[in-house]
């Protein structure tokens, strides 16, 4: 096992860990250890779409990249700064859609984000935790479908 895959499964493991105790210090531990040790933060090379996310209240900024093969986003990156929340959040969601088809990351919900998060959000970093979720939304939505997946005869 090579050590990327080593650390995003023990990082995996934390994450059920701290699903099934009920105490909130934990959670906020996670969110700290995702802040320190963001998931997919890295600039790619070779993407299909490029997003860019901001959230002027707290300064939280985002470029996100998503490589697709096919219909299936293979690879997701991102580079930005932020709030440990939006941070923490960008890491989950990343590593949630990763793997999933357009179809099945444009569908998870804003509720959905909040509940990965494990902790309760305030209406004031409401925009912080979901600004990973909506850049991504955003990116799939502006993203074409390839022809051969869409039935579409290329022009």
Known sequence: MNGLV???????IRVSIVKTMPDKILYKELI????????NNKELADFDTEKTGHNPSCGDRVVLRLKFDGETISNIGW????????MA?????????KGK???EAASITEKQMIE???IPISHARMKCALL????????????RPSPKASGEIPS
Request: glycine fraction near 8%; proline fraction near 2%.
């Open 116 to 118: 990965m998060l494990g």
């Open 101 to 103: 088809t357009r179809v």
């Open 6 to 12: 080593l650390i995003r499964s023990i990082r995996l």
């Open 32 to 39: 700290l250890d995702l802040y320190r040790n963001p998931l």
């Open 132 to 143: 990973g979720w909506s850049t991504i939304q955003s990116a799939i939505m502006s993203s």
């Open 89 to 97: 959040a960008l890491s989950l969601i990343t590593d949630e859609v």
């Open 79 to 86: 580079t930005g700064e932020g709030c440990a929340i939006s």
